[in-house]
């Protein structure tokens, strides 16, 4: 039986709330393509939704193309997975999908793997964007492509160097601007202070996601053959859904971007469907967001089960969140809630953004708006891929959206600059909503004063839920230099250790 939903749309995200009591009929097997390397999680992954079953998988024949080299150690749970030893390499033998490739080791045992525990063993030039070409004749071709963000890196004229040359025209007027890639005395290598890496293929792939220093991310690589490599879709039909295995309960909400429905797929799995509106971004922006969300798998992640590309509206497919946007909830519940659940809830948050961390993904909107409550009231980070919307120097998105300032540090304010510790500062205020019951940060002053206070030293007083080493944890993270503020792992830590 279903009863009343709602999802509201909040400076660029979607936000769910819902009562209702409906069989969900999803499968009892767990979808195996979400664990992730690190640290023991305290919660039970078997509360994870499983998408429908996957078509049966085809074998095929060992190619020796790839070969690459485990990063985290990965135990086979079912009879076609493969484990993974760290630092051992394998030999892919077939990309299936994004996520999932078949892999050999060295002893022959054959089977999957997920893609993101292994790093690929490749050269520089194997790589699509490496061009064997002039800064002149890579000036020609990212002016003919006039993308956004359309790069290339090339070999420079000093022997064993290379060159990144970026187009960009978000300031107004085009312009190309070229980067060395230059390497530390421990062999680091570097485009930006402070953003080393051990390999240049790390390096573009760490700067495909966030400018730091550039002019812009690096968005689309310019291949050899003078085009542009990537394309407004995906190499797979494992993600992309047919709408006619989608049905459409009710509609729950619309906002800035479109209309969120609550539905079914294939009439086994409860999911919300979000329809982009016409004319609101383009087909390559809406890609983005779900190559961004695909590529992020954990249990604190609002999980993307797929997208429709192939009619109009386009859409994407995500878990369902029963108990809807976490400000809501602590509006309508936190005065019942422990103080157990509050602490629980910083530390699910804390999870995700650490996993966020590690894989040099910036959230830049990290608010309890952006975060939902599943049934079993487990809170994940939602709208991380919104992030893909945001120009690099500026907080505005392609159609605009209003500036967090309540949640923003220093930094952001005055010189738009965004890190992980940026996000580290929004999760201390994240915490401070948790235990203030969903109250509105700095609630009596404009941003204005908000900009003048902080800048100040002025800090958001101590909730009233919160005991003093919880508030001496969220102080932490508003430290007015971002390396004064601890790393969401070590934040983690503290947290854990508050619970013991």
């Avoid at 930006?192 to 792939?205: D, L, M």
């Avoid at 967001?289 to 509206?313: D, F, I, S, T, W």
């Avoid at 969220?474 to 934040?491: I, K, V």
């Amino acid at each position: 039986m279903i009863q009343s939903n709602h999802y509201i749309f909040c400076c660029c995200c979607v936000v769910q709330s819902s009562h209702m009591d409906m069989d969900e009929g999803r499968s009892s097997k767990c979808f195996q393509w979400q664990f992730y390397p690190g640290r023991a999680h305290r919660v039970d992954r078997s509360r994870r939704r499983s998408p429908p079953p996957p078509p049966i998988e085809e074998d095929y024949e060992d190619h020796g193309l790839l070969r690459v080299v485990a990063m985290y150690d990965f135990i086979a749970i079912e009879d076609t997975d493969l484990t993974l030893h760290k630092g051992e390499e394998y030999t892919i033998l077939h990309k299936q999908t994004q996520h999932r490739w078949r892999a050999q080791d060295r002893m022959g045992n054959r089977g999957f793997i997920p893609s993101n525990y292994v790093m690929e063993k490749i050269s520089v030039d194997a790589n699509l964007w490496c061009c064997n070409i002039s800064r002149t004749e890579a000036e020609q071709i990212l002016r003919q492509e006039d993308k956004e963000g359309g790069y290339v890196v090339r070999t420079s004229s000093q022997q064993g160097l290379y060159t990144v040359s970026v187009y960009s025209k978000t300031v107004g007027f085009s312009c190309i601007r070229h980067y060395q890639i230059k390497h530390t005395d421990s062999g680091q290598f570097f485009l930006a202070e402070k953003h080393t890496f051990g390999s240049i293929p790390e390096v573009i792939s760490y700067h495909q996601h966030n400018a730091a220093g550039l002019v812009t991310r690096l968005r689309y690589p310019i291949g050899p053959m003078k085009r542009c490599v990537s394309t407004a879709g995906f190499s797979t039909e494992k993600w992309e859904i047919e709408p006619s295995e989608l049905t459409f309960i009710n509609e729950v909400g619309s906002g800035q971007f479109g209309v969120v429905w609550m539905g079914m797929w294939r009439r086994q799995l409860k999911v919300a469907i979000k329809a982009v509106k016409e004319k609101t971004m383009c087909d390559e922006d809406f890609v983005e967001e779900a190559k961004v969300m695909m590529r992020m798998n954990h249990p604190q992640l609002v999980q993307l089960y797929g997208v429709c590309l192939r009619q109009r509206p386009l859409m994407l497919v995500t878990e369902f969140m029963d108990n809807g946007c976490l400000l809501n909830f602590l509006h309508q519940r936190a005065r019942v809630v422990g103080g157990e659940w509050l602490l629980s809830t910083c530390q699910d948050i804390c999870q995700g953004m650490t996993y966020l961390e590690r894989h040099n993904y910036i959230h830049r909107d990290l608010a309890a708006r952006n975060c939902l409550v599943d049934h079993q009231q487990h809170v994940k980070v939602s709208d991380f891929g919104m992030t893909r919307y945001v120009l690099d120097n500026q907080y505005t998105s392609s159609i605009g959206c209003k500036f967090p300032v309540k949640w923003s540090p220093p930094e952001v304010l005055h010189y738009s600059k965004y890190s992980s510790k940026s996000d580290v500062w929004s999760y201390g205020v994240v915490m401070w909503e948790v235990f203030s019951e969903g109250q509105i940060p700095f609630q009596h002053q404009s941003n204005q004063e908000v900009v003048e206070n902080i800048s100040r030293g002025v800090r958001l007083y101590r909730p009233h839920r919160a005991t003093a080493q919880i508030y001496n944890t969220m102080y932490q993270c508003w430290h007015e230099t971002p390396q004064g503020r601890p790393s969401f792992s070590e934040l983690l830590e503290q947290l854990n250790n508050l619970e013991d």
